[in-house]
């Protein structure tokens, strides 16, 4: 099956640095989200972005399908932006399920 | 915008009884949600995909006769962890496209089973 690895697994950030997380996956996919996972649980719907470049507030994505990897952009980290980041793909041949990448466990420290 | 809205957030049950947990999308119909699964520190990992007024289709790996699901209406897709045991206890999250195939997810709060 299709494997999507996200870097890094964990990082710690001062609040107000900036920072990238990667998600590359191993085959060609048709539709690609981003997810913040907050404490709690939730799943917050941050960009869904099959191509191109995304930007809504503090955070922006890009994704390069042609090279089987997407970056999210974290500007100005505050606390609150704590949590799992994931990043989901639909594959290029299957129907519409989406599947999930490892992870990275963000703590941004005051 | 959508919601989806998951219930119970969470439940505690004795080893051996049945779990039901429900998925409802608020605001849209959706013939098609997902079920997925988190153990602790690890990524979601998709259980089945529930197919409105048909038979749900699951990932390799995971067992249909454990874990029930249907999906009776556009609006409601249910859950059944069968004979829970200890090794159950997870979190448990559905989803929902509002739109077609392979259009944003959107996700319930999740279920949070213990088994006992």
């Known amino acids: 099956g299709i494997q999507v690895e996200q870097s890094p697994p964990d990082l710690i950030l001062q609040e107000g640095a900036n920072s990238t997380l990667r998600c590359n996956f191993s085959d060609s996919v048709n539709n690609l989200q981003w997810f913040h996972q907050n404490p709690w649980g939730q799943l917050i719907n941050l960009f869904y972005?099959?191509?191109g470049t995304k930007q809504n507030g503090r955070l922006s994505a890009t994704t390069v399908a042609t090279e089987r990897y997407s970056l999210l952009y974290i500007s100005s980290s505050q606390t609150t932006d704590s949590g799992v980041y994931f990043c989901?793909?639909?594959?290029?041949?299957?129907?519409?399920?989406?599947?999930f990448g490892t992870g990275t466990s963000l703590t941004v420290i005051p | 915008g959508a919601v989806v809205s998951q219930h119970p957030s969470w439940v505690i049950c004795k080893s051996g009884t049945s779990v039901k947990i429900e998925c409802r999308s608020l605001d849209f119909q959706a013939t098609t949600m997902f079920w997925y699964r988190q153990f602790p520190k690890q990524s979601l990992m998709l259980m089945a995909t529930?197919?409105?007024?048909?038979?749900?289709?699951?990932e390799q790996g995971v067992e249909k006769d454990k874990f029930l699901i249907n999906h009776a209406s556009l609006t409601l897709s249910t859950l059944t962890v069968t004979s829970a045991h200890p090794e159950d206890s997870s979190f448990y999250i559905c989803?929902?496209?509002?739109?077609?195939?392979?259009?944003?997810?959107?996700f319930g709060n999740g279920t949070r089973l213990t088994v006992t």
């Open positions: 989803s929902a496209n509002r739109g077609p195939p392979g259009s944003p997810l959107h």
């Open positions: 989901a793909v639909t594959l290029g041949n299957t129907g519409n399920q989406f599947y």
């Open positions: 972005i099959p191509s």
């Open positions: 529930s197919n409105e007024g048909s038979k749900a289709t699951y």
